[in-house]
């Protein structure tokens, strides 16, 4: 018998996860202080509610459907037809991101020990040296990056019930405690609202068409959309499980996470007057610093602050890391009929693979490019700026056009037994509104808009 989610709090959980990363961290705090504050948040959750929810609901329709992998699923809606290449792009895809992913939460990792032991304590030049040191080198980063995926492949092996749904429910309410904690503490610093009105003050003068396309692509990309991942947990949900429901609790969950990172940044970057940065120069360089001045007379708080932070961004990237796993497992435990720990170990070593010549890419050898740009880089542009959008465009089209107009509507409604009152919106949308959208995405990612 198939294994499937035991609860609706694992699920939410669970899918939340999968959308909750690195990227509400160090990509949405920077972009919203830097593009209106809450005037970015607010045009961010119209496009939540135009595409991020509607493009969640389609993938939730053709998993749950299918209740299979996400090759079969889209074979299986379309019967047989080129739509189930659809499905197979996006376990390519996530397991493609589970491997250049976790050199970065490899990252997360070191600093959480090195924070633990306190090699991370010095002035900015050194914090900025440490990180240059570790990074480049050949074997550390390798090491912690391969030890994530096998941290990810524990819960994988374990399966849905006892192994994701089960640690979902540790992690998650575990990552808002500790979210929370860093929060107050921040929020508590001498001239940390300052920091705080930056965030969510809405300057509507600095509203233009670059930062619409902003909230544009990080609505799409904050959700999971295209990588067959909510495709793939609804394939576990049960058939009374509100689709629409759900996946406005899992953007709210998803939002509220990555504006308490900002909460979190914001006001202890203010405090000691440094300007944060984005990308993992964030994470790595510049928060080291800003925690050591903010809290530089009380080094214990500042201590115990720097490994609750690193160990918070090692829950949000493994709950990220775990769904990217999935995927790619459900396919070979499922179309090639192979034992779950087996399929389990085909996953983990592909991305082990390509966490080795991705973390190379970056450090020790950086004569490995392609297109003239290190390896790391150039699966990060494959997969966001071409195989992400392309299927989220493609899911939208087939559930809008293609598919069963009653099995679309009888997914959608519980067969009736659940609000119908959304479903012509849903149908509007994904038919025009999110194709759109997705392609807007398309041509700002390959620098044409």
Known sequence: M?????SKFGLILATAGSAVGLGNV??????????????????????????GIPGMVCEFIVGRHAASNAARAYG???RGKPWKHVGILGIVCSTIILGFYSVVAGWCLQYLYASIVGNIVGDADYVKSYFEEFSSSV????VWGIGFILMTHLVIVRGIRRGIERFSKMMMPTLFVLLLVLVVASCMLPGAMKGVEFLLNPDFSKVDNHVILAALGQAFFSLSLGTACLCTYASYFSRSTNLLRSAVQIAVIDTCVAILAGMMIFPAAFSVGINPDSGPSLIFITLPNVFQQAFASMPAV???????FYALLSLAALTS???MHEIGTAFFHEEMNQPRSKATWVITVIASAICVVSSLSVGAVPELQFFGMNVMDCFDKLTAQIMLPAGGFLTCVYIGWYASRQVVYDEFTNESTV?????????????YICPVFILLIFLDQLGLL
């Open 302 to 308: 500042g201590y115990i602050t720097s490994i609750v």
């Open 139 to 142: 074997f550390r980063p390798i």
């Open 419 to 431: 609000n119908r009152s959304f479903f012509k919106f849903f149908i509007f949308s994904v038919r």
């Open 2 to 6: 198939r294994d499937s989610f035991g």
């Open 26 to 51: 160090w990509r949405f705090p920077f972009m919203t202080g830097q593009n209106g504050g809450a005037a970015f948040i607010i045009i961010y959750i119209i496009f939540i509610l135009l595409l």
């Open 321 to 323: 890391t775990i769904s």
């Open 76 to 78: 299986r809606l379309s």
